[in-house]
């Protein structure tokens, strides 16, 4: 009878947990499925593969090798220890079974009691990371470290169950089980009877603490644990921060951009309940660090807070989610405006789509083409913007630079170099269009950068031709900053000229213009393969057409521009270029490669006063400024505008110069360089 009731028991809790666990899995799917349709992609087997590679593989956690390693152990050791929890219900339902593994039980038994040890080992560094060494991007209190209880819970009950079932039993003491044998060495003297009322008392509370943590998971932060396997089959598979088209001439749309949770598509809302809550996206992003009150971590809550109240009041007369549990609080949070409210604009336009915290992210989550999309409702659909975005745009419109400066003087930039920079009317044959940009055409700075690059490509007899007054700004800053139709505009004129001149290879200074250009405008029919001027110096510095013979006595440190490098994926062949020039020594600032700092420019930021917080140009520049360089090098004019004035700034002109790969391989490359380049002292 007494055997009776436990079954019993066990059926209705289980029963219970099981149907609770789905009607808030079932719920979260229904606030999925209300954002527009999945982003397409690759197949589904394909998608599983790369699933699989990143789940098992956990590569992004392990870019923090203290925090990952413990992530490791928790994960692999749930996956190990699934087997014991299958063994020890069955236990308590058929008193003393074993899983058949025969004579090999043994070692599952050895594994399974070093993994429970292992995994409290993690659980209690997780415990002194959030709680004593109070990392900052970690949240404190109580539903923060509910899962340490649960987990702990887990991995004691399972080895007092082990332990206490041993007693009674007779199993002698065994090195395959040090745990719970040295546990029931401790109790040995307890009787069969009492032994067995302890396992099931243990059993019990193992049950318990296994089913209410499966509860607990979907409604908590931990949901990732189901939604961020969905979020990484999902994720993208187009080149890194490709933004999505919009149909500009859809005639039955009444807005454009994202101004609601369910204008987003449902791959985005999946990133709002895959994310760990884990701070890593925050403590890298240049806004945040600088003190704006961007903080992508909390962007990706808030909206899902707002979601989730807006959607629990769709779908509150559902089977699975009462409209009981919808209350004023909740009401509140969905009446709430999405940009505007829950999410400022001064976020909004904090960021610099540098893509850190994407990068950062270990569940695959992609908070910029969220931040993009909300700009556009604010550009396209409210016409709102800073003032200074808004006289960039109409410069842009009216004289395709975003100073306004003359149309007719873009050309200027090659005064003396007519000869080896012809236009594409000039000349009859080129192998490269020279894309110079609205940088390299009109900034007294990048000026120099594009005659550099102009003169080693003549000097390696490259055939190469700009388009002079005919070409016009790239739509890169129009398109981050949410100006998706100038954007449009001028992809198709640019296309448009590329294909009169049967232009098949690009080549710029700038790698807004090159990922732009690259990624984005295949889309619009671009035909064209697009390289960026240091990936054409190392080719022809490896090919040796380019010889930097001359010595430079110089402790270089590089930065890497975002759209360069996290974008592109382009790190090593600036720096090949650099480790080729004779007296050259190459530094490294702490935060290099992925990991690399923004400059501050990116996004439409550097036409945008920045208002809050420091200026992360200048946090940038202390940063290179800690190695102790005579010289910082980089590879887009963006960065090199904004690192100088950090090193102006930091009233540092006097001992360190910044310059771009081109000019400084020019000056070690030229037989009879003349006067040092100017350098932005």
């Excluded at 509860?215 to 949901?223: E, F, I, L, R, T």
């Excluded at 080896?420 to 055409?441: Q, R």
């Excluded at 010289?631 to 090199?640: E, N």
Aim: glycine letters at 8%; hydrophobic letters at 40%; aromatic letters at 10%.
């Amino acid at each position: 009878m007494l055997f009776a009731i436990h079954v019993l028991a066990f059926a209705v809790v289980t029963c219970c947990a099981v149907y609770m666990t789905a009607k808030v899995l079932l719920a979260r799917a229904a606030y999925v499925r209300l954002g527009r349709p999945f982003r397409s992609g690759p197949p589904p087997r394909q998608r599983l593969r790369t699933t699989l590679a990143d789940v098992f593989g956990q590569g992004k956690l392990l870019k923090d090798a203290r925090s990952g390693v413990m992530h490791v152990v928790m994960f692999y050791g749930f996956i190990v220890l699934q087997f014991g929890a299958v063994e020890l219900i069955v236990k308590g339902l058929v008193y003393g079974w074993e899983l058949p593994f025969g004579s090999a039980h043994r070692y599952f038994s050895l594994v399974q009691e070093i993994t429970v040890f292992l995994v409290l080992l993690a659980v209690y560094y997780a415990f002194h990371r959030r709680y004593v060494e109070k990392l900052k991007r970690l949240k404190r209190g109580f539903k923060a470290g509910i899962v340490l209880i649960f987990i702990s819970a887990l991995m004691v009950t399972v080895v007092l169950s082990l332990a206490f079932e041993a007693i009674s039993l007779g199993k002698e003491p065994t090195v395959y089980a040090p745990l719970s044998s040295l546990i029931a060495m401790a109790f040995g003297q307890m009787g069969e009877q009492a032994a067995k009322a302890m396992f099931y008392v243990f059993w019990w509370l193992h049950l318990i603490a296994l089913l209410a943590f499966a509860v607990y998971v979907p409604q908590s932060k931990h949901a990732h644990l189901v939604f961020a396997p969905l979020n990484i089959f999902w994720k993208r598979t187009e080149p890194p921060g490709k933004l999505s088209h919009i149909d500009l001439e859809d005639e039955t749309a009444e807005e454009f951009g994202v101004g609601r949770t369910e204008q987003f598509r449902g791959d985005q809302l999946l990133d709002l309940y895959a994310c760990v809550e884990c701070g890593r996206c925050t403590s890298m992003c240049p806004a945040a660090i600088s003190g704006k009150t961007l903080s992508p971590m909390h962007l990706i809550m808030n909206i899902r807070d707002h979601h989730t109240a807006k959607a629990a009041a769709v779908t509150s007369r559902s089977p699975w989610m009462p409209a009981s549990l919808f209350g004023p609080e909740e009401k509140d949070l969905a009446d709430r405006r999405l940009v505007g409210e829950v999410i400022t604009e001064e976020e909004l336009w904090a960021c610099t789509t540098c893509r850190n915290c994407e990068d950062q992210c270990p569940v695959g989550n992609e908070h910029v083409d969220m931040i993009v999309d909300m700009r556009r409702y604010l550009v396209l659909t409210e016409g709102s913007m800073p003032g200074e975005l808004s006289r960039t745009f109409q410069n842009i419109e009216r004289q395709s630079n975003p100073w306004g400066l003359n149309r007719n003087d873009r050309i200027r930039w090659r005064e003396g170099l007519e000869d080896i920079a012809p236009t594409v009317d000039e000349t009859e044959e080129f192998e490269y269009l020279f894309f110079v940009g609205s940088m390299g055409s009109y900034d007294n700075r990048s000026i120099k950068v594009a005659r550099a690059v102009a003169t080693l490509l003549h000097l390696a007899g490259v055939k190469f031709a700009i388009l002079g007054n005919r070409e016009k700004n790239s739509g890169d800053v129009a398109r981050r900053a949410g100006n998706e139709l100038l954007f449009q505009q001028l992809a198709a004129e640019n296309i448009e000229t590329f294909e009169t001149y049967n232009v098949r290879k690009i080549v710029t200074i700038c790698p807004h213009t090159y990922n732009t250009f690259r990624n984005e405008y295949p889309e619009y029919g671009l035909k064209a393969e697009v390289i960026h001027h240091t990936e054409l110096l190392h080719r022809l510095v490896r090919e040796g057409r380019l010889k930097p013979e001359r010595i430079l006595t110089e402790r270089i440190v590089y930065h890497d521009s975002c759209y360069l490098g996290r974008y592109n994926g382009i790190y090593e062949q600036p720096r090949e270029i650099l480790a080729s020039i004779p007296g050259v020594e190459l530094a490294e600032m702490e935060r290099n490669r992925e990991n690399g700092m923004c400059c501050g420019a990116g996004g439409g930021m550097m036409w945008i006063e920045e208002r809050q917080g420091s200026r992360v140009n200048v946090l940038r520049t202390r940063q290179a400024l800690e190695v102790s360089p005579t010289l910082i090098a980089s590879g887009c004019p963006y960065c090199l505008t904004m690192l100088g004035d950090g090193v102006k700034s930091e009233e540092a002109e006097s001992r360190v110069r910044v310059m771009d790969i081109a000019e400084i391989l020019l000056t070690a490359v030229q037989p009879d360089p003349g006067p040092e380049p100017d350098s932005a002292r």
